[in-house]
């Protein structure tokens, strides 16, 4: 079994739809968790860390669910420039290697 | 303020040949880390230098693999002898503490290696 599981998508959405991502991580020790957003070819830049208490950034929102041990990204009337690929990432301490899932993959459309 | 920068961006390469990419990562970072993402894959950790030293190497995949972080500043991971499995993007990434001791890993635009 992965550490950290997404559905690797794609998801194709028109413009303006609201779209949602999970993640679920394995490890219960896991203390931070973080949204990356990765586009074609790139390396991956940091969308968002994720708080127990949920958090919001413009359009995006996130939740964390430690008991369940779930992850959720919400993206908010979807630009094409939302187009990427979103990877869930945990990490089991406050400077330690990150552990990434696969990502899932955004397709927004005309 | 300039970012993490790698070298080579592109590498090809023959099996059993020698490859070294290098990372500097943004200034005053003391964390600098090495991942890699084969075809097909999660991005995978392979290494953490703390400074100078190795912190966690757990992830390094056997000893063709050689990480150097001489004076605390750039590292270098070099492979010797490649084989046809190193093929993937090697990212480095650096960090320092943010707010409440949550870090933020920085990454760089990677190296894509391809053993032929």
């Known amino acids: 079994r992965k550490e950290v599981e997404q559905d690797p998508g794609p998801f194709n959405v028109p413009e303006g739809a609201t779209v949602a991502f999970n993640c679920t991580y394995s490890n219960s020790a896991s203390q931070s968790f973080f949204w990356y957003r990765q586009d074609c070819r790139k390396e991956p830049k940091l969308l968002m860390s994720v708080y127990s208490s949920g958090n919001e950034d413009g359009r995006f929102t996130a939740q964390l669910n430690r008991a369940s041990q779930y992850i959720s990204l919400l993206i908010r009337d979807s630009k094409l420039s939302d187009s990427a690929t979103y990877l869930c990432?945990?990490?089991?301490?406050?400077?330690?290697?990150?552990?990434f899932g696969t990502g899932t993959r955004l397709q927004v459309t005309l | 303020e300039a970012g993490v920068t790698q070298f080579p961006s592109h590498s090809v390469i023959e099996k059993g040949q020698t490859v070294t990419l290098r990372c500097d990562p943004i200034s005053g970072h003391d964390n600098l880390y090495w991942y890699r993402r084969v075809m097909g894959k999660e991005i995978k950790f392979l290494l953490h230098f703390v400074k100078e030293s190795k912190q966690d190497e757990s992830g390094m995949p056997n000893n063709r693999f050689l990480a150097e972080r001489t004076g605390g500043t750039y590292s270098t991971l070099k492979v010797q002898p490649a084989e046809l499995e190193d093929s993937g993007v090697y990212f480095c990434?650096?960090?320092?503490?943010?707010?409440?001791?949550?870090?933020?890993?920085?990454f760089g635009p990677g190296t894509r290696l391809l053993v032929l």
């Open positions: 990432v945990v990490n089991t301490g406050t400077a330690s290697k990150l552990t």
């Open positions: 990434a650096s960090s320092s503490r943010g707010v409440a001791g949550v870090e933020t890993q920085y």
